[in-house]
Antibody, heavy 121, light 113 residues
Framework: QVQLVESGGGVVQPGRSLRLSCAVS????????MHWVRQAPGKGLEWVAV????????YYADSVKGRFTISRDNSKNTLHLQMDSLRAEDTALYYC??????????????WGQGTLVTVSS | DIVMTQSPDSLAVSLGGTATISCRSS????????????LAWYQHKPGQPPKLLIY???TRGSGVPGRFSGSGSGSDFTLTISSLQAEDVAVYYC?????????FGGGTKVEIK
């Protein structure tokens, strides 16, 4: 069965960095675009970033552009999110998610349970 | 950016009743090349990840009960939950995947009256 397991969350001071990972199993990871989506406490869902199946294209929300970097290792079925210059407003539960498209032309079928990032001094 | 506006913010429906949620996009998400609406609906329950209910505006996701249906085209969309069950209590989101940044609506909380 499909499993997406995020890791790497925690408490970090403003301005510092954190790297999230998402280990994927149960589907052909290298065929599909992958996303990060977050939910701040008490707020709705916010899309963060997408990476093409082969890593050739990456797109970001304006709120994280220039600070976050999405990447993938298809040999290890793993998705990453490097988060630099973290701000208090980045505090959220971060989900990795995937759809049945090589890019982003699909709904998000598969979701992890999320990893919590708290940015606080 | 395409802004997704959902209404209402919340609604209470009797068991067995019908819930209707509206979603409007600030511009059309209908792609002329394939006549598809790049619109999805998700169900989100506390402590769980979101679940894809509907994609291409009206296609049910895998294992989604038939009481969930999506309709609409262009910029106006509707999610209908018929014969509401207790397990349908959740927040529902629409999302466009027509272009980046992908955007979600603000969510609609469905409760039992």
């Amino acid at each position: 069965q499909v499993q997406l397991v995020e890791s790497g969350g925690g408490v970090v001071q403003p301005g510092r960095s954190l790297r999230l990972s998402c280990a994927v199993s149960g589907f052909t990871f290298s065929n599909y675009g992958m996303h990060w989506v977050r939910q701040a406490p008490g707020k709705g869902l916010e899309w963060v970033a997408v990476i093409w199946f082969d890593g050739s294209h990456k797109y970001y929300a304006d709120s994280v552009k220039g600070r976050f970097t999405i990447s993938r290792d298809n040999s290890k079925n793993t998705l990453h999110l490097q988060m630099d210059s973290l701000r208090a407003e980045d505090t959220a539960l971060y989900y990795c998610a995937g759809g049945k498209d090589s890019g982003y032309d699909s709904g998000l079928d598969y979701w992890g349970q999320g990893t919590l990032v708290t940015v606080s001094s | 950016d395409i802004v997704m506006t959902q209404s209402p913010d919340s609604l209470a429906v009797s068991l067995g009743g019908t819930a209707t949620i509206s979603c409007r996009s600030s511009r059309s998400v209908l792609h002329s090349s394939n006549n598809k609406n790049y619109l999805a609906w998700y169900q989100h329950k506390p402590g769980q990840p979101p679940k894809l209910l509907i994609y291409w505006a009206s296609t049910r996701g895998s294992g989604v009960p038939g009481r969930f249906s999506g309709s609409g085209s262009g910029s106006d969309f509707t999610l209908t939950i018929s014969s509401l069950q207790a397990e349908d209590v959740a927040v529902y989101y629409c999302q466009q995947y027509y272009t980046t940044p992908l955007t979600f609506g603000g969510g609609t909380k469905v409760e039992i009256k």
